[in-house]
């Protein structure tokens, strides 16, 4: 199982490559499962939605049209790992390459995932890249699945997140996540998520809301 997720995610930063703007894009979505995992279980999953962006003084959007992959692995029933990529799936900014960026994720669950709510504590690194230049972002969201109703697991999250580009610090933020998973078989769930985020830009002096929401399939291994 773990030579399978090896391999998954050394496909999925090659997908993120293939994109590449002079404003940057991230990804705070979490696509949950629609249960806990369990030692060794993969959960790869395929997104797309609105995804928010670093520099709107750049390109007058708050948010972009982007797909991405996500890779997750659980090393315990406490510890998961994970690695995405994304990119743009459009030229909405009017110029002639695409931002991505990919991000590698600890997931640490604070209680017994047999809970009706389970807690857990999110840290992030993320590097976005244009055609030519680049950033880099952490962050860390306190995280809780709800309990479930028929298939439907909610879940949802609180976080801050500050970013870094090549002339020094770009600013910081802090987001809220709600979303649910929709347990289609034992093998397959359906998640959608939207997230507010407030946006504190210092390079541009920019202060705002940006919303981003977003839908994913995903296949549990």
Known sequence: MTKIFYHLLIISCLIGLAGCHTSYIYNTSLQLPSEPMK?????????????????????GKHAVFSGGVLARYAASDN????????TTLNDGFDMTDYPSGAGIG???????????????????YERAWTGSSDGDGIGVQVFSWFPSFYSIRPYGAIGTACAFGEDGFLGYGFMGNLGCSYAISDFLDFNI?????????TEYNVNHWVYSATA?????L
Request: overall charge negative.
């Open 79 to 86: 510890f998961y790992i994970d690695a995405r990529t994304y």
């Open 193 to 201: 998520e939207f997230a507010p985020i407030r946006q504190i830009n």
């Open 216 to 220: 994913g399939l995903s296949f549990k």
């Open 39 to 59: 030692t060794q279980d993969i959960q790869i999953t395929g997104e797309i939605g609105m995804l928010p962006e670093a520099l709107p003084n750049s390109t």
């Open 106 to 124: 600890a997931n640490i669950i604070l209680n017994e995932s047999k809970d009706d709510f389970v807690y857990g504590l999110r840290l992030t």
